[in-house]
């Protein structure tokens, strides 16, 4: 999975939450949802701190 950008799965919510900075062209991450993720849902944060405050809470 190394050709993921920064995810954590919220698996409850059967979603997964990426974070996409800035410009990243979305339907790559559809494909790539298809390849490694086929029943979940698409996230997409773009700010750093949202980010990695949902996925410490993630965690729990």
């Known amino acids: 999975m ?3 950008p920064p ?3 919220r698996e409850k919510e059967k979603e997964v939450v990426f974070h996409i900075p800035g410009a990243f062209p979305i339907p790559m991450v559809d494909e790539l949802m298809q390849e490694y993720f086929p029943e979940y849902k698409t996230v997409l944060i773009r700010c750093a701190e949202t980010f990695y405050r949902m996925r410490e809470g993630a965690r729990v």
């Open 2 to 4: 190394k050709d993921l």
């Open 7 to 9: 995810h954590f799965l």
